[in-house]
């Protein structure tokens, strides 16, 4: 089993910066791939990237491309992303999300891959 807390969301103004940060727990914490998702209200949940066990490597959906950052510290056993140049329609629950299997581009931004997943932290960018 894998417990995921995410923290960092609040309100802001558009075209500022944010990062989110998700502390994993439990026994295979640490060598798990994880991903990032996001809701707005009456929509579906939506990808936002993903990053395999090490960290080496990354993927972002389109929409976040060159505004997004995913990293982690497997140390401290914490996700991060990073949003620069935040916009309205990125308004959203943010959930962190874990998958015991390896990441692909093909498979990272399907949510049937994900077994465990944070409650999520609230994101509001006023504009």
């Known amino acids: 089993q894998v417990q995921l807390v995410e923290s960092g969301g609040g309100l802001v103004q558009a075209g500022e910066s944010l990062r989110l940060a998700c502390v994993a727990s439990g026994r295979t914490a640490s060598n798990i791939s994880m991903g990032w998702f996001r809701q707005a209200p009456g929509k579906e949940r939506r990808f936002v990237g993903g990053i395999t066990r090490s960290g080496g490597s990354t993927f972002y959906a389109d929409s976040m491309k060159g505004r997004a950052t995913i990293s982690r510290d497997n140390a401290k056993r914490t996700l991060y992303l990073q949003i620069d140049n935040l916009e309205p329609e990125d308004s959203a629950v943010y959930y962190c999300?874990?998958?015991?299997?390896?990441?692909?581009?093909?498979?990272?931004?399907?949510?049937?891959?994900?077994?465990?997943w944070g409650q999520g932290t609230q994101v509001t960018v006023s504009s």
């Open positions: 999300a874990a998958a015991p299997g390896l990441l692909t581009r093909q498979s990272v931004g399907d949510k049937r891959i994900y077994n465990f």
